[in-house]
T-cell receptor, first 115, second 110 residues
């Protein structure tokens, strides 16, 4: 079964509203999680690295105030898209690193559509 | 800065044929991953290659790693329609994160 759970898998929201996506590690503690964005027929683009108990590290060009990341526990990271616009519509995927197993697991992904 | 390049970007092949997808990367790494992605889905882990000369096989797919050449290959043997998907390689870099190749979209025709 899945070791990283992402929720919701699909969400539609109105422009100007905020939407939160959760990423949970189910069988292990993840001090580090990653958030990716994927456009149709493109590769994954790393948005930010989420560190438990500290601020996220954002990649160049990613707006910190727009994509709020919180990693409040060892099993949960959240991505909040604030004041969403249609151009934020995309497939968002999280991953979590299991330091003990030296493995990286991916969530099921979340489709966001902003109308 | 680590760069990862995959070739080809798109591949259409007939069932029963063989083909190889290439993954080149620009800086030293000790870990390389191959993933499969079906349309609308997340990534499915296929292989993790951890050392020079590593070879792993699962069904009709075989992956290898040459760390000296900074090259990994994913070989498809006697392709079947079920293998149609997009395949990504990803290299684990010094920053403890993955850098992805651009992906190879594979279409296997009956």
């Amino acid at each position: 079964g899945a070791v990283v759970s992402q929720h919701p898998s699909w969400v539609i929201c109105k422009s100007g509203t905020s939407v939160k996506i959760e990423c949970r590690s189910l069988d292990f503690q993840a001090t580090t999680m990653f958030w990716y964005r994927q456009f149709p027929k493109k590769s994954l683009m790393l948005m930010a690295t989420s560190n438990e108990g500290s601020k996220a590290t954002y990649e160049q060009g990613v707006e910190k105030d727009k994509f709020l990341i919180n990693h409040a526990s060892l099993t949960l990271s959240t991505l909040t898209v604030t004041s969403a616009h249609p151009e934020d519509s995309s497939f968002y995927i999280c991953s979590a690193r299991d330091s003990v197993a030296k493995a990286i697991y991916f969530g099921e992904g979340s489709w966001l559509t902003v109308v | 800065e680590l760069k990862v390049e995959q070739n080809p970007l798109f591949l259409s092949m007939q069932e029963g044929k063989n083909y190889t997808i290439y993954c080149n990367y620009s800086t030293t790494s000790d870990r390389l991953y191959w993933y499969r992605q079906d349309p609308g889905k997340s990534l499915e882990s296929l292989f993790v290659l951890l050392s020079n000369g590593a070879v792993k096989q699962e069904g009709r797919l075989m992956a290898s790693l040459d760390t000296k050449a900074r090259l990994s290959t994913l070989h498809i043997t006697a392709a079947v329609h079920d293998l149609s998907a997009t395949y990504f390689c990803a290299v684990y870099n010094a920053g403890n994160m993955l850098t992805f190749g651009g992906g190879t979209r594979l279409m296997v025709k009956p």
